[in-house]
């Protein structure tokens, strides 16, 4: 049972334009959602996050949206940079284990930027 | 800087082997995590620790143990190696009492391919 799915494995998108990831996920005790990225052969780093009692949290280039309603999540990256491709990793968590760090992850999406 | 050690990078073993993987933080963390990664499934948890010589299974515990003597060590043990045991996987770490998206910590991985 997929808690959390990124139904689009890839995704192609030309330099400097806007690259949206999608997520959604079953689950309606998750109130934390975080966003990582993965180059090969590397362990995920932290991109961004939104808890639930937010609808958008932006960092730079990354902004990240929440629907609570159709539990739906989105990555946008503006703009887009060849630096960007990898695989981006969607990852929720419930208030109950919140002091334990447990994350459930989506599949993944794999992100390819070309100049 | 943190630093989340996982000692062997690539392995292959046989099938039937018994197989160590280590983990080791610097970070006085309490909670240590050991995920799996597959294409088309993402991050999946295997087993965590949120204490020395404590642990809990996750979503998939089968055909693996751990061991968490020393708090800076998390060892993952599959005790005979098959080959759908083949995957990377990721070490991660955080400090216990609640938690951020940049708080953390993933292991570089260690790809094991059993044959």
């Known amino acids: 049972d997929q808690q959390v799915k990124q139904n689009s494995p890839s995704l192609s998108v030309q330099e400097g334009r806007i690259s949206i990831l999608n997520c959604d996920y079953t689950n309606s005790m998750f109130d934390y959602f975080l966003w990582y990225k993965k180059y090969p052969a590397e362990g995920p780093t932290f991109l961004i996050s939104?808890?639930?009692?937010?609808d958008k949290n932006e960092d730079g280039r990354f902004t990240v949206f929440l629907n609570k309603s159709a539990k739906h999540l989105s990555l946008h990256i503006v703009p887009s940079q060849p630096g960007d491709s990898a695989v981006y990793f969607c990852?929720?968590?419930?208030?109950?284990?919140?002091?334990?760090?447990?994350?459930?992850f989506g599949q993944g999406t794999t992100l390819q930027v070309k100049p | 800087d943190v630093k989340v050690t996982q000692s062997s990078r690539y392995l292959v073993k046989r099938t039937g082997e018994k197989v160590f993987l280590e983990c080791v933080q610097d970070m006085d963390h309490e909670n240590m995590f050991w995920y799996r990664q597959d294409p088309g499934l993402g991050l999946r948890l295997i087993y965590f620790s949120y204490d020395v010589k404590m642990k809990e299974k996750g979503d998939i515990p089968e055909g693996y143990s751990v061991s968490r003597e020393k708090k800076e060590r998390f060892s993952l043990i599959l005790e005979s190696a098959s080959t759908n045991q083949t995957s990377m996987y990721l070490c991660a770490t955080i400090i216990g009492g609640g938690f951020s998206g940049n708080t953390i910590y993933f292991g570089e991985g260690s790809w094991l391919t059993v044959v």
């Open positions: 939104i808890s639930s009692i937010k």
């Open positions: 990852a929720a968590s419930r208030g109950d284990s919140s002091n334990t760090g447990k994350l459930i």
